[in-house]
T-cell receptor
Framework: DGGITQSPKYLFRKEGQNVTLSCEQN?????MYWYRQDPGQGLRLIYY???????QKGDIAEGYSVSREKKESFPLTVTSAQKNPTAFYLCASSTWVGETQYFGPGTRLTVL | GQNIDQPTEMTATEGAIVQINCTYQTSGFNGLFWYQQHAGEAPTFLSY????GLEEKGRFSSFLSRSKGYSYLLLKELQMKDSASYLCAVRGPSGTYKYIFGTGTRLKVLA
């Protein structure tokens, strides 16, 4: 089955620790995205990548980092510099001419 | 600037019709998308408009007017399971992959 996987579904970390969220897709999509969603709010773009070894900052990139070494994978690291990291994180992918983005199931990060 | 506006909340009755509006001001336009998101879950794709007019998919229809920067999602024969947030998103100019999302409209369907 083709799709996007994110792991883990729930993640707890202590304040000051870096944490990496996994995102893998087997849809052969060129573009991948990371969004953050806070309660009652829409999606805010953190980073996106249109091609391997290239990525661009979104609207709220501060305190986050990404890599795109393989077409299938786009991990997100939430660093200790991110002031309010507790949120629901969504990964997505799309094609060049595709009609939509496809979303993974999300990772809910709680920083204690 | 780039801005997408949707009502925050709407309430409707089971079996009724509801229209959720979305207005946008973006630098470049290459399609407008509607997603449904149930609480705690990922968004799922509902509809896509790139040309003016109405697109119909079963109980869901979406309309676009590019000159007015306006779209709506029409849900017919509302069911309790339609209670969810509905997100409007605009894809940036051709050649970019960037999508801009509105804050979403939370729809409550009452029995």
């Amino acid at each position: 089955d083709g799709g996007i996987t994110q792991s883990p579904k729930y993640l707890f970390r202590k304040e000051g620790q870096n944490v990496t969220l996994s995102c893998e897709q087997n849809l052969n999509h060129d573009a991948m995205y990371w969004y953050r969603q806070d309660p009652g709010q829409g999606l805010r773009l953190i980073y996106y990548s249109q091609i391997v070894n290239d990525f661009q900052k979104g609207d709220i990139a501060e305190g986050y980092s990404v890599s795109r070494e393989k077409k299938e994978s786009f991990p997100l690291t939430v660093t200790s510099a991110q002031k309010n990291p507790t949120a629901f994180y969504l990964c997505a992918s799309s094609t060049w001419v595709g009609e939509t983005q496809y979303f993974g199931p999300g990772t809910r990060l709680t920083v204690l | 600037g780039q801005n997408i506006d949707q009502p925050t909340e709407m309430t409707a009755t089971e079996g009724a019709i509801v229209q959720i509006n979305c207005t946008y001001q973006t630098s470049g336009f290459n399609g407008l998308f509607w997603y449904q998101q149930h609480a705690g879950e990922a968004p799922t794709f509902l509809s896509y408009n790139v040309l003016d007019g109405l697109e119909e998919k079963g109980r869901f229809s979406s309309f676009l007017s590019r000159s007015k920067g306006y779209s709506y999602l029409l849900l017919k024969e509302l069911q309790m399971k339609d209670s969810a947030s509905y997100l409007c998103a605009v894809r940036g100019p051709s050649g970019t992959y960037k999508y801009i999302f509105g804050t979403g409209t939370r729809l409550k369907v009452l029995a």
